[in-house]
């Protein structure tokens, strides 16, 4: 693998990780498509308080969890710190557990939480908070706190009918994913009045478990996300989440597979998407596809159609610019780093305005687009297909599923036998918690 970009705002330490990480990969899975090795390491997360106030039907915590003790907040720190030497600096790291707003607000240490958040930030991760979202509805300036004083960025709020315990949404009243549309609508307003309020870009995520009872909806929720510029600004990913039979999951009597999940995200874009432009590690457990959208003509832009343009620009990119901006920062110094790659590969700019070209060519009103867009109409989201091992696949896994733990792209800083170690968030579910 070539780190030829010797003038660039990455760091000896993340080429060391990332070389590093590179080299663990299964041979046939270092390809020019490889994110993992190439742009990051992984993602990392924390194993925070296990508490939870839901008790949703897919649920992957162990069925003791809200009656186990909180870690400390110095336990917790020291997570933190193993996570970023495996990370490095400008590594994402899920700030999770249970649900950990609902933890430290139900115990009064929800101080505990913003330092969290901001000793993450302090150390040189970039924290993302994942949560059921129920407490900052009711009490918003929480999450004025943790932007503020946190200095929180990312935010990921879990809504789906899986869903037990919802205060105005009961699970047995719901019939489709469009009941919770306006939910969705509320949480949409909090983020956006948080982002006015304190004037830091907050960007928003959604996590959707999907099960027998609600795969034929997934139409209703991206048909909610497509239909509005302010749903677009609001949420910028969409993660959806076959069901695994782990921890205290009701598992279905015919459960869904990641293909049918596919196939229904697939119908309701109206589009056919391709699963592995990208591989995020092993190709069988992430998915993603971005599209761009026009919602005042109702108009879907699949940004990642396979074609040599596409091929010859994401290659091109995480050739040249792996690891590079991490942090999320717009510095000079980074900025002029980022010019001089550009300089030394003038070709990188050539394939971006091929790869522009090619998707503006398969626009037949390119005029209206760019009307739409001027006019403030025009938003891009990605989605996200994840999926999760079942716990009894990990008890002997066989040699896909070693490959795929070997290649996982989502990996904590867990203490195994009194060393920490980067263990896949599948296994955590199923042996560590």
Known sequence: ????????????????????????????LKTPKQVV?????????????????????????PKDANHQQHPSIDEIKEQLDANRRFLG????????????????????????????????????????????????????????????????????????MTQAGRAGYPIKQLKRESDLNPLRNLFTELILTTRKQTGKRLVGAQTVTVTARNIDSIGDILAWQMSTRKNLSAFSTISFQPEADVGRTRFSQQPV???????????ATGKNLIRDALHFGHPDCSSISMLVVDSKRN????????????QGFWHSLLQHFGGIGGRGTSTLSALLQKIIVLVKHPKIIYRLLSYVFSILKREPDRFNLFKSAVQGHVGA????????????????????????????????????????????????????R
């Open 299 to 310: 108009r879907v832009i699949d940004v990642m159609q396979p074609s040599k343009a596409m």
């Open 37 to 61: 090795g190439q742009h990051w390491v992984q993602c990392g997360f924390i194993t925070g308080p296990s508490y939870c106030s839901f008790g949703c039907t897919h649920c992957y915590l």
């Open 257 to 267: 597979s990641p293909d049918r999940v596919w196939d229904k995200i697939q119908t």
């Open 1 to 28: 693998m070539k780190f030829n970009h010797l003038l660039s705002p990455i760091s000896l330490e993340n080429k060391n990780l990332l070389q590093k990480r590179w080299q663990t990969l299964p041979e046939d």
């Open 89 to 160: 600096n400008g590594g994402h790291i899920q700030i999770t557990g249970g649900d950990v707003v609902d933890a430290y607000t139900r115990t009064n240490q929800f101080n505990d939480l913003v330092e969290i958040v901001r000793y993450s930030n302090k150390i040189g991760l970039i924290p993302m908070l994942m949560t059921h979202g129920q407490s900052l509805l009711e009490k918003p300036d929480r999450l004025h706190r943790l932007v503020v004083e946190g200095g929180l960025r990312k935010i990921s709020f879990h809504i789906d």
């Open 381 to 432: 989201f990605k989605i996200v297909m994840h999926n999760f091992i079942d716990a009894k696949k990990l008890e002997n896994p066989d040699p896909v599923t070693q490959a795929k733990l070997d290649a996982c792209s989502f990996r904590g800083a867990i203490k195994v036998n009194g060393d920490w170690q980067a263990v896949p968030m599948c296994l955590t579910n199923a042996k560590y």
